[in-house]
Nanobody, 128 residues
Framework: QVHFVESGGGLVQPGESLRLSCTAS????????ITWFRQAPGKEREGVSC????????YYADSVKGRFTMSRDNAKNTVYLQLNSLKPEDTAVYYC?????????????????????WGQGTQVTVSS
């Protein structure tokens, strides 16, 4: 049974940084497209960053481009999301998700319904 564990969330002040981790069991992450989503209260889930199984450079939503960095450590079967220059509007529950390789398309990376496996989420709160 596929299981994701996310960690690294917390309460920080604007301008500070966090690093989120997502570790998988029963699934080799480098064989899948992995996306970080976030969901703020009362808002729809939105894609933040995505890396395919073959891509060298991740995709980023415009709202986080230049501030967030996604990376993968295949030896640890873990993906990371480095969050820098955090803003109050980044406050949300952050999820990692994976989709089966045959579903890969750069046109659907931000579609939550296209993903097969989800973590439980980690809360990020940015507040002064």
């Amino acid at each position: 049974q596929v299981h994701f564990v996310e960690s690294g969330g917390g309460l920080v002040q604007p301008g500070e940084s966090l690093r989120l981790s997502c570790t998988a069991s029963a699934l080799t992450l480098n064989n899948y497209a992995i996306t970080w989503f976030r969901q703020a209260p009362g808002k729809e889930r939105e894609g933040v960053s995505c890396i395919s199984s073959t891509a060298i450079s991740p995709y980023y939503a415009d709202s986080v481009k230049g501030r967030f960095t996604m990376s993968r450590d295949n030896a640890k079967n873990t993906v990371y999301l480095q969050l820098n220059s955090l803003k109050p509007e980044d406050t949300a529950v952050y999820y990692c998700a994976a989709k089966e390789p045959y579903k890969w398309s750069p046109h659907t990376i931000w579609a939550p319904g296209d993903y097969d496996y989800w973590g439980q989420g980690t809360q990020v709160t940015v507040s002064s």
